[in-house]
C-alpha cells in the first residue's frame, strides 16, 4: 500500500478540521495536505493536490458535499469519507460509493474503522492497477485484446511454469543451460541470438530464429523493442530520448540499447 495517504479535511465549520486533524495525528499513514471551508475550494483543491483521501462534510453552504462529488473533474478520483451530523444522509451517501460515513461528534474507535477500509481499498486499487499495466503490455505485445489477456490470466495462462526456466545452448558437443531469470536482452545476428546475461555477465550465442526464441520467453517480462532485439523490462533502468522518435534504454549494468521509433508506443508500458 501507499506508504502516504495525502489526505483533504472539507467542512465549513473551523473547530471540525482541526478536530478531525487532531485526531488523524495518530493514523502516521494518514497526511493532511490541506484543509478546505466550503466546497469551491475543494474543488480547486483536489484538481491541484491529487488527494488519495477526502473526508467531506455533507451539509455546507453554497456547495455541499453531494454537489462535491458530483462535480469533480478526472478519472483519479479520491476515496470520500462523508462526515456529518445528521444521519438521515447515510443511504444517499452510499449511493455515491463513498467508503464509509462519520457521524459527528466523531467516535475514534469508528474513524479507526473508516482509516482501515480506506487502507484495504487503496490497496486493493494498487494490485488492480498492476495487473492492468501487466494486461495492456501483453496486449500491445501480442496483439490479443485486453478481454482475452485477462482471460488467460485468470486461467493462469501466462504463469511461469507456461515457459523453460532455461534455454539450452547446443555447441560442438557441448550442452549450456542458460537461466532465463538471469537473461538482461537478446540481439539477433543473422542466423544466430546473441543472449546477454547477468550471472555471470557474458553472451551466449544460439542458434535459431527471433521468433522461436521469443516465443520460450515470458511476454510479461521480455519484449521486443527492435526487429533485432529484445530485452527484460526488469533489468531497465533509463529510457531516454533520442533523434527521429527514438530511444535509448539503459540497462542496470550500464548497456545502451536503441528502441526503434515502431516500437515508441509501447514505452509507456516500460517506464
Known sequence: MKSS?????????????????????KHQEVEVIAECENGRVAL??????????????????????????EKMQGDDMPLVIFVTAFD???????EVH???YLLKPIEANRLDQAIQRVKVQLSQAQ?????????????????????QIDLMIENEGLKEAAYPKKI?????????????????????????????????????????????LESQLNPATFQRIHRSSIVNIDCIQKVCNHIN???????????????????????????
Request: charged letters at 30%.
Open 98 to 100: 463513498a467508503i464509509d
Open 5 to 25: 495517504i495525502k489526505t483533504l479535511i472539507i467542512d465549513d465549520e473551523l473547530l471540525a478540521r482541526r478536530g478531525l486533524a487532531l485526531r488523524l495525528e
Open 168 to 212: 539450452t545452448i547446443k555447441d560442438a558437443g557441448k550442452t549450456t543451460l542458460i537461466s532465463v531469470i538471469d537473461i538482461t536482452w537478446v540481439e539477433a545476428a543473422g542466423d544466430y541470438m546473441c543472449i546477454h546475461s547477468k550471472n555471470p555477465k557474458q553472451v551466449s550465442v544460439l542458434r535459431s530464429t527471433m521468433k522461436d
Open 245 to 271: 522518435g527514438e530511444y535509448f534504454l539503459i540497462l542496470d549494468d550500464e548497456t545502451r540499447i536503441k528502441m526503434s521509433r515502431s516500437y515508441r508506443s509501447k514505452i509507456k508500458h516500460i517506464i
Open 127 to 147: 494490485t488492480d492497477d498492476q495487473k492492468q499495466r501487466l494486461i495492456n503490455l501483453i496486449a500491445n505485445i501480442t496483439g490479443k485484446k485486453p478481454a
Open 88 to 94: 438521515q444522509y447515510a443511504v444517499d451517501a452510499f
Open 44 to 69: 480547486e483543491k483536489i484538481a491541484e493536490l491529487s488527494p488519495d483521501l477526502i473526508f467531506l462534510d455533507i451539509q455546507m453552504p453554497g456547495i455541499n458535499g453531494f454537489e462535491v462529488i
